[in-house]
């Protein structure tokens, strides 16, 4: 089923007006979600009560304040807020043009899709086209639900994704942890480009990885559906033994590990290549803890599946 759109918009690309419909890119409900019951198993519904009285306030006649000092603060009515807001406005301004890979990561916030509408398709693609070439992509105001928000809208390999942004003071800052710098010897370091190495791949392939609690969680739902207890699951063992290790060792041992990995699925090529990084990494004869068989991954329950 196609997505609906949320919006219909105009991009201001210089003289150029170019219409679009956007549409959310992510789900929101993708985690298994669980409802509050009284002890007699029926719903129970939030309420607001008032400190000084502990009586019951009713939405209606609540009003929004501004705590300006402990305990004190300074009241808004709806329609003063109202005044504050940012008017909405369908037509989102481009106002920069930066390198693609400008934006830290950190500062992405809410992703959307546009795709255009109506007497849109010329001019859109050009758009992507010209930020393609350009190895850019594009920074944007756009003022929704009150607010004026900072956009970027970047090239994808089917069309144009719309990225609500952060404003600085929005995103914490690493220095305010004041991490220590400690210093690592050559030899550890050329031990962990080899680890990194070892595992590196050029993409990011998303159904690679699994919502493994997802999945828990819906079959225990359809056993407790059927009548049966939920079996736990048995808590994985420390690898460590609770020793310190030493990090070269840690280092060796990874890489000896990684190593045995890759060795197996390469052909006779690959094979000899990596003698050189066994022979580095070749890890101190020590008893080895017992490694648990992987369990096979469990399918999705077909109950869960036909609620869907």
């Known amino acids: 089923m196609p997505a609906r759109s949320i919006a219909s918009l105009s991009l201001s690309f210089g003289l150029v007006s170019i219409p679009v419909k956007l549409y959310s890119a992510t789900e929101s409900a993708s985690d ?31 009003k929004k304040g501004y705590e300006f000092e402990r305990d004190r603060f300074v009241v808004f009515a709806a329609d003063e ?48 086209r010209a930020l393609v070439e350009t ?16 956009v970027q809208i970047r090239p994808a390999s089917e069309g144009l994704v719309f990225q609500q942004l952060l404003y600085a ?37 998303p159904k690679a990885y699994e919502n493994e609690e997802k999945k828990r969680i819906l079959a225990a739902i359809d056993r407790k559906i059927e009548g049966k207890e939920i079996i736990s699951a048995e808590p994985e063992e420390d690898a460590s033994g609770g020793q310190v290790i030493d990090l070269m060792e840690a280092l060796r041992a ?32 020590t008893r080895k803890p017992a490694v648990r068989a992987p369990k096979a991954p469990a399918e999705v329950p077909a109950k869960v599946r036909a609620r869907k």
């Open 32 to 62: 298994v979600r669980f409802n509050l019951l009284a002890p007699d198993g029926s719903r129970v519904k939030q309420q607001y009560v008032a400190e000084s009285t502990g009586e019951v306030v009713e939405r209606s006649a609540m």
């Open 81 to 128: 807020l109202k005044a504050l807001e940012e008017g909405a406005s369908h037509v989102v301004e481009m106002v920069a043009f930066i390198p693609e890979k400008a934006v830290d990561p950190i500062y992405y916030d809410k992703a959307y899709f546009i795709a255009p509408d109506k007497r849109g398709g010329k001019p859109y693609s050009l758009l992507q």
């Open 135 to 150: 190895q850019r992509c594009a920074l944007g105001k756009w003022a929704s639900k009150g607010k004026t928000h900072i």
């Open 169 to 205: 003071d929005e995103v914490r800052s690493l220095a305010d942890l004041h991490i220590e710098s400690v210093p690592v010897s050559d030899a550890e370091l050329k031990l962990a480009i080899q680890i990194i190495e070892q595992g590196a791949e050029e993409n990011y392939d």
């Open 254 to 285: 990874s890489l000896a590990k990684g190593g045995t990995k890759a060795r197996s699925a390469a052909g006779p090529k690959e094979k000899a290549a990596k003698d050189d990084v066994t022979e580095i990494a070749a890890a101190p004869k």
